[in-house]
């Protein structure tokens, strides 16, 4: 075989808790004896409010079979990458266990919104039961915040808006008065940018995606001006792609394959994210195959805006951004649209729903072919014999 497999989770394998049905089978025909995986099967989902570890024993019990923590790719995981964020301190705004992420992410210095509301309770005043009575007095020992990492949707959207924010507006030191919004503002790096996802409910869920919506839109409305990223990572961004063809690649060394992966199928649920993600990349690679030249990884928003085609190499995790690697012998990324998640076929087509309005990050270039699979399929069983079939290949 020559072929890996990026499999999204959610609408692919589970809808929230719950396990779909055809997540099982389809890994019955992938796995051998013992549950060892025959092809190199790659985890890529924009969840981000766990461990890596806690994500695949997770993935372990409901798909009977031994995922590896390096096989499981999180919105934010390609922030290992950038190190020079690493010895900076960092607020992070989510759920779960932040300060363990961005410490397993190699962040030494993260600070967390709660430990910014213990440090300046005056700041937290959207909840009159929580208002506090004590006197504004700055706090001088507080580190000045040097960037900002949005993980994930919080739970309390509107203290987690307000405080970064106060940190946006105050170049990341709460302990001093600026009468002048600093522009261009401190670094921010986000994870995440689904704007809806599939859980157990009939209709989609708000995303990470809606809360980056609402932060740019206040920022917006109170400077004047547009909020700029450092970086976007996790899908539809390349980079995402670009690390898990490394993992692909990695895990297929790990089987003893002599046959390098030539084609990368991207299984999901959401044309928005998936299905765009999977396509931008297909695009990025045959700029890659053309130009079959060394360069350096590039990780800045402008490399993410739609069909840009100036990264032409496979990003090394273990080196860093920006390092230069080998090249990579993938050619194509090809886009399988799964019925079981966000997408239903009674969307009329794959655009469905979103006809009324691009439902990708603004800093995201719309094309409507990007959002078009090169596959269809009814669930995740019927992509993986679909990938069987194209690649003439069986298990047996």
Known sequence: PSFGLLLDIDGVLVRGRTPIPAAREAFRKLAGPGGRLRVPVVFVTNAGNCL???????????????????????????????????????????????????????????????????????????????????????????????????????????????????????????????????????????????????????????????????????????TGKKLKYEALVGKPSHITYQYAESVARKLSEEMGWTNPITTLYAIGDNPMTDIYGANLYNRLLKERTRKGSKARVQPKVAAVRGASTDVTQVCDPENGAGSETVQGSVTSCKSVLVCTGVYTPSQNGAAGRMEAGFHGHRDFTFDPELIEPAHVVEDISAAVDLVFELEKYSPL
Not at 92 to 101: A, D, F, R
Not at 168 to 194: E, F, K, Q, R
């Open 52 to 222: 890596q570890k806690a994500k695949a024993e997770q993935l372990s019990r409901i798909l009977g079979i031994s995922v590896s923590p390096k096989q499981v790719l999180l919105s934010h995981t390609p922030l290992q990458m950038f190190q020079q964020f690493h010895d900076k301190h960092v607020l992070v705004s989510g759920q779960g266990p932040v300060l363990e992420i961005a410490k397993n992410l190699g962040f030494r210095k993260g600070v967390s919104i709660d430990a910014l509301r213990e440090a300046f309770p005056w700041l937290d005043r959207s909840d009159r039961n929580r208002r506090t009575t004590i006197a504004s007095t700055p706090n001088p020992d507080f580190p000045r915040v040097e960037a900002v990492i949005l993980f994930g949707e919080p739970i309390k959207w509107e203290i987690n808006l307000q405080l970064i924010m106060d940190i946006l507006l105050t170049n990341g030191s709460l302990s001093t008065v600026s009468h002048t919004a600093p522009y261009p503002h401190i670094p921010v790096l986000a994870c995440n940018m689904d704007l809806l996802w599939a859980a157990e409910a009939l209709t989609p869920r708000f995303g990470h995606g809606i809360f980056m919506l609402c932060l740019e839109s206040l920022y917006k409305k109170v």
